[in-house]
C-alpha cells in the first residue's frame, strides 16, 4: 500500500493492495474497506472510493484484517501520497497523534485497572474532541475483542477490568478538527511483565 500511493490512483486501488496480500500470504478476510484520502478522511468511517487521490493528499486507513492463521491485524497509519513532507496542519494532527499513542502505550502493565488508565490517559484539546475517536483501547484475537476502553470523554465510571500479562491490546488515536483532513493511528501489543511490546514493526512518518 505504501508504494502504490503514488498520485493518480483511486482509493479502491491503493485499499486492493493490502486485500491481494492478504489473500496470497494465507489471511482470511477484511471486516471493513476504511481507507480515505484527503477530504474524505474526515468525517472518519467513510469506506474507500473511487475518489482519485492527489499529490500531498493525506491516506488514511485502518486495516481490521483478519490475517494468516485467522488472527486479527487491527493497524493504523496516515502519510502522504507520493511521500511529500507534510504541510503545516498535516504535522500538528500527526505530531498529536503520535503523542497520544506513546503516552497511552507507555500506561501499559500488567495490574493496571481500567478506570487507573483512565485517570492517566492522553487528553484530547478541545478542538480535536468532536472529531475523536471513542475507544483509547480494545483487545484483539481472532477479530477486536474484549476489553473495550473508551476515551476519557466518553469513559464510563462503571467499566471495570484489569491489564493482564498476555493480553493483546490495540491502541488507538485519530485526531481531527473542522476542515482538517484526519490522522488515524494505531498500534497492536502484548501485555508482558515489563510493559507493553508492539507487534507491528512499519515505522511511523517523519515529522
Not at 473511487?50 to 486507513?61: A, L, Q, T
Not at 488507538?172 to 514493526?201: C, F, H, M, P, Y
Request: hydrophobic residues 35%; contains cysteine; aromatic residues 12%.
Amino acid at each position: 500500500m505504501y508504494e502504490m500511493s503514488e498520485p493518480g490512483r483511486t482509493e479502491r486501488e491503493i485499499w486492493a493492495e493490502l486485500h491481494f496480500e492478504n489473500a496470497r500470504s494465507g489471511g482470511e478476510w477484511l471486516e471493513t474497506k476504511l481507507l480515505t484520502a484527503g477530504p474524505r478522511t474526515n468525517p472518519w468511517y467513510q469506506e474507500c472510493s473511487d475518489y482519485v487521490i492527489k499529490s500531498g493528499e493525506m491516506i488514511s486507513f485502518d486495516t481490521d484484517m483478519i490475517g494468516p492463521y485467522g488472527y486479527c491485524a487491527d493497524l493504523s497509519r496516515s502519510w502522504t501520497c507520493g511521500h511529500t513532507a507534510m504541510n503545516a496542519k498535516q504535522r500538528e494532527l500527526y505530531s498529536a497523534a503520535r503523542e497520544q499513542i506513546e503516552h497511552n502505550l507507555g500506561l501499559l502493565k500488567p495490574g493496571l485497572s481500567f478506570f487507573e488508565f483512565n485517570e492517566k490517559s492522553w487528553r484530547i484539546p478541545d478542538k480535536y474532541l468532536p472529531y475523536r475517536y471513542t475507544l483509547a483501547l480494545h483487545g484483539t484475537g481472532m477479530c477486536d475483542e474484549w476489553p473495550g476502553v473508551f476515551l476519557h470523554p466518553d469513559f464510563d465510571r462503571n467499566c471495570s477490568g484489569i491489564i493482564e500479562e498476555n493480553m493483546v491490546l490495540n491502541v488507538e488515536s485519530l485526531i481531527a478538527e473542522n476542515g482538517s483532513e484526519s490522522i488515524k493511528l494505531e498500534t497492536q501489543v502484548l501485555i508482558t511483565a515489563g510493559g507493553a511490546e508492539r507487534l507491528d514493526t512499519f515505522p511511523w512518518e517523519e515529522v
